[in-house]
T-cell receptor, first 112, second 114 residues
């Protein structure tokens, strides 16, 4: 158990819909990262927050957005969903100085 | 920009044999390198990391990796494979220095033959 929690574990929805994925980092970690794992794209970095502020952006679509709240949990919002958005979405957290990221169990999103 | 290349999407070894998973990196700055393991239907777990200290890094579960700058490699080894090592392994790189964005390789699926 990494100490990072993600909810829900599974999510099935339809094209065009909007979903929210939630992540709670390890106690004390200020950085939260979101990654997408799909068969065709592999593991890709989406976005990073540090203590509530956006710190780095990767291959995140404009239809996707994220935020980190004062209690340090983070949410990834996916809208206007397409079939190709079906993937595993991982959240990770770290003490940024060590660069060591601890991953949550992931949310499996299926878009039908 | 940083990148890693994992040679071999699938590797099979016999139980008790040497495990060697290959990773080559490309980086414009001294990199931080990582190996993660992913068991079926689970998240990623850090096996080991290199952050410019000792070039031979020991990790969990008997794995180790050696940073070779001349070969731009960071191969993962384990002297004797165990059935429980069957999983997918990912090499990853960050530029470090406060930039923690992980860039992953495409992964190597390790199968252990009884």
């Amino acid at each position: 158990d990494s100490g990072v929690t993600q909810t829900p574990k599974h999510l099935i929805t339809a094209t065009g819909q909007r979903v929210t994925l939630r992540c709670s980092p390890r106690s004390g970690d200020l950085s939260v990262y979101w990654y997408q794992q799909s068969l065709d794209q592999g593991l890709q970095f989406l976005i990073q927050y540090y203590n509530g502020e956006e710190r780095a952006k990767g291959n995140i679509l404009e239809r996707f957005s994220a935020q980190q709240f004062p209690d340090l949990h983070s949410e990834l919002n996916l809208s206007s969903l397409e079939l190709g958005d079906s993937a595993l979405y991982f959240c990770a957290s770290s003490l940024s100085v060590t660069n060591e990221q601890f991953f949550g169990p992931g949310t499996r999103l299926t878009v039908l | 920009a940083q990148s890693v290349t994992q040679l071999g999407s699938h590797v099979s070894v016999s139980e008790g044999a040497l495990v060697l998973l290959r990773c080559n990196y490309s980086s414009s700055v001294p990199p931080y390198l990582f190996w993660y393991v992913q068991y079926p239907n689970q998240g990623l777990q850090l096996l080991l990391k290199y952050t410019s200290a000792a070039t031979l890094v020991k990790g969990i579960n008997g794995f180790e990796a050696e940073f070779k700058k001349s070969e731009t490699s960071f191969h993962l080894t384990k002297p004797s494979a165990h059935m429980s090592d069957a999983a997918e392994y990912f090499c990853a790189v960050t530029p470090g220095g406060g930039n923690e964005k992980l860039t992953f390789g495409t992964g190597t699926r390790l199968t252990i033959i009884p």
